[in-house]
T-cell receptor, first 112, second 114 residues
Framework: GQNIDQPTEMTATEGAIVQINCTYQ??????LFWYQQHAGEAPTFLSY????GLEEKGRFSSFLSRSKGYSYLLLKELQMKDSASYLC?????????????FGKGTKLSVIP | DSGVTQTPKHLITATGQRVTLRCSPR?????VYWYQQSLDQGLQFLIQ???????AKGNILERFSAQQFPDLHSELNLSSLELGDSALYFC?????????????FGSGTRLTVV
């Protein structure tokens, strides 16, 4: 089976930096995704890591360590609009298809 | 607009009834995935179709069924509805090879069972 853990809630101040951690246990690992989801809306793609290391994309960065089953999403220069849930998702390949298994998400509240 | 279209956006129905949710994938995507998201719950994978064939099944109840048609749109049928079936139902699509393109989600159908 698969297990994905991330904190349930976090609070951070506008303009600050926040790191959201994700640990996972899986087989057939094919990459790790981060999605952002505002309440009642569709998840939207933020980042993808398949090799160890840091991927930077503007204010957002994502890190992966496959040997440790660990990833984090780093958000810099926080803005109020960053208040949302952040979903860690692990991709597995098997039987010719790819599947994403999602963690329960981390609800980030950005305060003034 | 993500390119994945889901209808209807909202649905209110009574217990015991049957509903059909519809999804049109992004142009060129062959895979369609259905997810359920209940209040305070993560996205729960229900079922995947690839080019008209069922490819993977998750925690889908026997009361639920789905299919993908030759034009690649998909329908999720929910029957004998219970209060606990109230949730957001998302459809997502991906390119044939998936991989680092991940999924593109539709805006979801909010189902309320009363």
């Amino acid at each position: 089976g698969q297990n994905i853990d991330q904190p349930t809630e976090m609070t951070a101040t506008e303009g600050a930096i926040v790191q959201i951690n994700c640990t996972y246990q899986t087989s057939g690992f094919n990459g790790l995704f981060w999605y952002q989801q505002h309440a009642g809306e569709a998840p939207t793609f933020l980042s993808y890591n398949v090799l160890d290391g840091l991927e930077e994309k503007g204010r957002f960065s994502s890190f992966l360590s496959r040997s440790k089953g660990y990833s984090y999403l780093l958000l810099k220069e926080l803005q109020m609009k960053d208040s949302a849930s952040y979903l860690c998702a692990v991709s597995n390949s098997g039987a010719g298809s790819y599947q994403l298994t999602f963690g329960k998400g981390t609800k980030l509240s950005v305060i003034p | 607009d993500s390119g994945v279209t889901q209808t209807p956006k909202h649905l209110i129905t009574a217990t015991g009834q049957r509903v059909t949710l519809r999804c049109s994938p992004r142009s060129g995507d062959l895979s369609v995935y259905w997810y359920q998201q209940s209040l305070d719950q993560g996205l729960q994978f229900l079922i995947q179709y690839y080019n008209g064939e069922e490819r993977a099944k998750g925690n889908i109840l026997e009361r639920f069924s789905a299919q993908q048609f030759p034009d690649l749109h998909s329908e999720l049928n929910l029957s004998s509805l219970e209060l606990g079936d109230s949730a957001l139902y998302f459809c997502a699509s991906s390119a044939a090879t998936g991989g680092h393109y991940g999924y593109t989600f539709g805006s979801g159908t909010r189902l309320t069972v009363v």
